[in-house]
């Protein structure tokens, strides 16, 4: 299965889509998310998000300032100030 993942800026929803994984800067340190990962909340800091569309793929990688980020049962959301 895959893990759903959408990145939201105050202006637009960025992204939307299923991956395998997803790298975000978090506060206390960098943490990856895959499909079935524990609920869990962190700010997010300033750094880049790195998208995997598949095992073993090269990372994605969109810069990011600030947010939060929510792994649920229905996956990621990263809300960031500004991503680009």
Not at 20 to 39: I, K, M, N, R, S
Not at 64 to 79: I, P, Q, S, W
Request: charged residues 20%; aromatic residues 8%; without cysteine.
């Amino acid at each position: 299965m895959a893990l759903h993942f959408e990145l939201v800026t105050p202006e637009k929803l960025v992204r939307s889509e299923e991956v395998y994984q997803v790298v975000v800067p978090g506060t206390d340190g960098d943490f990856g998310v895959l499909e079935g990962h524990a609920p869990f909340m962190s700010t997010v800091r300033d750094g880049s998000i790195q998208i995997f569309a598949s095992a073993g793929a090269a990372p994605e990688v969109i810069p990011v300032r600030g947010g939060f980020a929510e792994v649920n049962e229905k996956g990621l959301t990263v809300l960031a100030e500004h991503a680009g």
